[in-house]
């Protein structure tokens, strides 16, 4: 019986599966690489954020964020920001630092040693990407990195930067 | 405990303002060699004003690895106000660089050292402290206990925990102190069968240094462990040990070098002993989990040649460089080494013996059990950022164990398990303006395998040579194995990708156990005209149903062997001719 409880769960995620986008998140406070804190407000005090979950021994990882930088870049203008969330263990934090700098990214990058922020994000595999608006709303998720996905990242904070043009101007 | 805080939970989420979400994991198999399994995870978070609450439920029958388990497995409730954090239930820190603290919950091995208990954590910018008490229930495979299985955990130890964690920041200077005490049940092999009353502490201290050229991380715990005498009714001194990290990372304007040194005596075991955490105690704790000189393998071949780190006593040091030569191009090197810090021989009356002091860097003595490896990686895009290329150079050597030892004034006669590896992996990916992607991934090793014997009389060698475990097709002992593993798979952004697997090697090698192959090869081995006992193949689908829905299908085989995590490794079971499938989702 606990099975088919189980089965009919799973088959009605399937159906339904999509972050709760009614659910604001707490506001979180980050530990970032040079020891200072950020918290999720302050985050997104101008503009919507992507929180990226990676680590340095993840290739697909490291693949997206190439395509993150430029984000970071290109639409930081508009208030946008990424927020980089290493998970990597007490065996490989020494080299979140090293490979950062060596990539010379400009996005904020923040350590999650023990994986509770991604337990609280629901991040569940690497890379996972979260787009949150600036009431701390989820409004996308995105599990995995598939060559081509830039497009579709691009797509989804196109599509957060345009409602947040809308409500600024209805304001 | 459980009841209060499901209570809580539910109160709170039936009458209070209160925000949902979760995950699942879920994941089925079943293989012509009897693997089967069916396991789901549901992890809820649920947030109402200061409080979250996090719960963790288990359907398994049996899991992959494990214990089967059906209920709630793991709960939290967690509250937050300014600086003061207040935490009940299920546990995970870090403490440190984790050589007191580092409890990890990794269902890939099987690893859950998690404390269930009270956490209190106050944290300014200046100033932070931890204060934890709980229960830790540890319980692993072992053959040092009876009714050993590779899947299923033969043996618990319990510990009842309390500790305190401070640290003072001043501008780029931070110092910390920390204290842990366990009083631990201890299962040992006698009969009848008996628990030990054990208590064991812990006392660090970490000093960190940060700018924007160098930073310094340095850490020396002592260890303590006392046995409680039945007769007196009280604890008496048995074990004490140490333990210092350091690592310093200095950075220039296109690359960095990172330097880490560790050298670990928390307890000195003989080499018969070595891994036998059943019969010894007062030895690194399941809870403590601190780094190693060595560095995992990120790839499928070179973590099976991954080096077991012995936490009781081992010294070593990594030193990695790592770097840009333009915005799209990038290189990675390491160089490890590590070694028990006394070298070990037997006696004249048959005993294991230390011999001179314990050195502060690694020894090639093979009676020090010397480790080392090389790495050297290069990758970087073409095309503006479509065709990606990645190719490395990895070399390692362990003596893995010393098996037999002794030396008199004119005779050295030693034997011990040997295991050297060239592996080269390729990796090559290339997007299409579509949304297609097709991706490769080739390694090719070179793995010599067995006993070295080694023999020296009246200063004439008589023997110094492998006797290798592979053997050719005719059972004759052959020099090494060439192992391949290749992937090759199709990809459209952001639905699906499809990939399929070959794990190939040249020469048949010893099960240890294990039921390797079975009799007949599957349907893809069978299409591709595949030799059944050394080659693996699979294909496997993803599907992302939606951008939180992730469906896996696979059908095939799967190399059983080594499988390494977090500093840890264990010999995982192969999978033989059959299905699996996987499903994470976030709602």
């Not at chain 1, 707490?26 to 979950?53: T, V, W």
């Not at chain 1, 994000?121 to 989820?138: C, Y």
Request: charged fraction near 20%; glycine fraction near 6%; hydrophobic fraction near 35%.
């Amino acid at each position: 019986m606990k099975n088919l409880y189980l089965i009919s769960f799973l088959f009605g995620l399937m159906l339904n599966a999509e972050p709760n986008k009614e659910s604001t998140l707490p506001n979180l406070s980050f530990k970032l690489l040079d020891g200072s804190k950020i918290s999720l407000d302050e985050l997104l005090q101008d503009g919507p954020a992507l929180i990226d979950f990676w680590a340095t021994w993840c290739a697909p990882c490291k693949k997206e964020m190439i395509h993150l930088e430029r984000f970071q870049q290109k639409y930081s203008k508009d208030g946008f920001k990424i927020l980089a969330i290493s998970t990597d263990t007490p065996r490989s934090m020494s080299k979140v630092k090293s490979y950062i700098r060596s990539k010379k990214y400009s996005f904020k990058v923040a350590l999650d040693p023990n994986q509770q922020i991604a337990q609280k994000f629901n991040a569940t595999l690497l890379p996972t990407a979260i787009l949150i608006n600036k009431n701390r709303e989820i409004v996308w998720f995105h599990q995995g990195y598939i060559p081509g996905d830039e497009v579709e990242i691009e797509k989804q904070i196109l599509a957060v930067l345009n409602n947040k043009t809308t409500e600024d101007t209805s304001e | 405990m459980k009841f209060l805080l499901v209570s809580i939970s539910l109160f709170s989420f039936i009458f209070g303002q209160v925000s949902f979400t979760g995950n699942v994991v879920s994941s089925m198999g079943e293989s012509r060699n009897g693997y089967y399994y069916n396991e789901s995870l549901i992890n809820t978070q649920i947030q109402f004003g200061r409080f979250n609450n996090w719960l963790q439920f288990e359907f398994s029958d049996p899991p992959e690895l494990g214990r089967e388990y059906n209920g709630l497995r793991k709960l939290r409730l967690e509250y937050l106000n300014g600086p003061l954090q207040i935490k009940l239930g299920d546990m995970y820190e870090i403490w440190g660089r984790g050589l007191i603290l580092n409890s990890l919950d990794d269902q890939s091995i099987d690893r859950d050292s998690g404390i269930r208990g009270i956490g209190i954590v106050y944290e300014t910018d200046a100033f932070n402290i931890h204060f934890l008490s709980g229960q830790s229930d540890y319980s692993m495979s072992t053959i040092y206990s009876p009714g050993y299985n590779s899947r299923t955990p033969n043996y618990t130890t319990t510990h009842n925990l309390y500790g305190v964690h401070t640290e003072w920041q001043l501008d780029s200077h931070l110092a910390g102190l920390t204290f842990l005490q366990s009083k631990e049940a201890h299962p040992v092999n006698t009969f009848p069968e008996d628990t030990l009353d054990i208590k064991n502490r812990l006392l660090g201290a970490h000093y960190i240094y940060n700018n924007s050229l160098i930073d310094v991380y340095v850490e020396y715990v002592k260890n303590w462990s006392t046995l409680l005498n039945e007769e007196n009714d009280g604890f008496t001194n048995y074990l004490d040990g140490r333990a210092l990290y350091g690592n310093v990372n200095l950075y220039f304007s296109l690359f960095s070098l990172n330097l880490e040194y560790i050298n670990y005596r928390f307890g000195t075991l003989d080499p018969l002993n070595r891994w036998n955490n059943v019969d010894n105690y007062g030895i690194i704790q399941h809870f403590q989990n601190p780094p190693i000189s060595g560095v995992i393998g990120s790839t499928t071949l070179i973590n099976r040649t991954s080096h077991q780190t012995d936490f009781n006593n081992e010294v070593g040091y990594k030193l990695e460089i790592l770097g840009s030569i333009r915005d799209d191009f990038e290189y990675y090197g390491f160089i490890s080494r590590s070694s028990r810090s006394n070298t070990w021989f037997i006696n004249n009356e048959f005993e294991w013996e230390k011999e001179g002091q314990p050195v502060i860097l690694p020894q090639t003595d093979p009676a020090a059990n010397p480790y080392k490896a090389y790495y050297g990686e290069i990758s970087g895009y073409l095309f503006d950022y479509t065709l990606h290329t990645q190719i490395g150079y990895s070399y390692s050597e362990d003596m893995i164990d010393l098996a037999y030892y002794s030396k008199t004034d004119t005779s050295k006669n030693m034997n011990y398990t040997y295991q050297s590896a060239k592996t080269i992996p390729l990796h090559t990916s290339f997007t299409f303006s579509n949304g297609w992607s097709i991706e490769a991934k080739i390694e090719t090793q070179w793995l010599k395998k067995g006993i070295w014997r080694f023999e020296e009389l009246n200063g004439n060698i008589i023997a110094d040579s492998l006797i290798s475990e592979f053997l050719d097709v005719n059972e004759n002992p052959i020099g090494f194995q060439q192992n391949t593993f290749m992937s090759i798979s199709v990809g459209k952004s952001p639905n699906w990708t499809m990939a399929f697997t070959l794990d190939k090697i040249s020469t048949t090698e010893p099960s240890f156990g294990l039921d390797q192959k079975d009799d007949s090869s599957n349907s893809l081995e069978s299409l591709l005209g595949l030799n059944m006992d050394q080659n693996w193949a699979n294909i496997e689908f993803v599907y992302n149903v939606t951008s939180s829905f992730r469906l896996s299908l696979m059908y095939g085989s799967l190399k059983g062997g080594l499988l390494c995590a977090n500093g840890v490794c264990r010999i995982i079971e192969p999978f033989e001719n059959g299905f699996k499938m996987g499903i994470t989702a976030a709602f």
